[in-house]
């Protein structure tokens, strides 16, 4: 099994995302952030957020959650963020599921994730989306605020390309403070591209930033 890509789903929550954000006056972050898990059908919805943050992606997330009858966790670093965060998604008509602690504590617990946005503009979120166990079926990352100064010298391969996970696919989209997208392959019963486990091609990617274009090699 792997991810397989829903318009219909996709397009229902957009529209209720759409709804549910209204008194959000945002870029439409959460809007596609919302269609992307509920079209790629993910049973495993992960995300991080401290106080102060924006709350219309989480939104979005949780509305996915109910197209797809999956699962939906917010990480957050303390009990402050834990309260604000569940308030806000509850005064918004969620029930959002909180774990509170450092990423090395929390996402050991975490298994089987196929959908995670991270905030860039947290000085962790490459530890975290190194340390993310993810689905056997694939997975789609995000980063948010990619415009961040944290991700200036950020590549992909640094946190994925193991050996074990291969990104097929990524783009920089210049939504909102800047979204960096990737797509994780399946691990097993995919399309591996390879007829041995050794001799693995290697893959040098070039990423433009300003068209949101990436240029990939095969060697």
Not at 104 to 122: A, H, T, W, Y
């Amino acid at each position: 099994m792997k991810l397989v890509w829903s318009p219909e789903t996709a397009s229902k929550a957009y529209i209720d995302t759409v709804k549910s954000c209204e008194l959000y006056h945002e870029s439409g972050v959460a809007e596609l952030v919302s269609a992307m898990a509920a079209g790629w059908n993910a049973r495993f919805i992960v995300e991080t957020w401290s106080k102060g943050g924006a709350t219309a992606t989480s939104i979005g997330l949780a509305v996915a959650r109910t197209h797809t009858n999956g699962r939906h966790v917010c990480i957050v670093p303390d009990e402050r963020s834990r309260v604000e965060y569940a308030g806000a998604l509850e005064e918004a008509g969620m029930s959002p599921e909180v774990i509170v602690g450092e990423p090395e504590e929390v996402m050991n617990g975490l298994n089987g994730i196929d959908f995670m946005v991270v905030d860039s503009q947290r000085r962790d979120f490459s530890r975290v989306l190194r340390l993310a166990k993810l689905s056997n079926r694939g997975a789609v990352l995000i980063c948010k605020n990619a415009n961040s100064k944290n991700v200036t010298s950020f590549r992909w391969r640094s946190v994925v390309d193991d050996g074990g996970r291969r990104v097929v696919r990524s783009v920089f989209l210049p939504v909102g403070k800047g979204l960096d997208i990737a797509h994780v392959a399946a691990t097993s019963g995919g399309n591996s591209g390879s007829g041995s486990g050794n001799g693995e091609k290697r893959w040098i990617r070039h990423f433009d930033r300003q068209s949101g274009e990436e240029h990939v090699i095969r060697k």
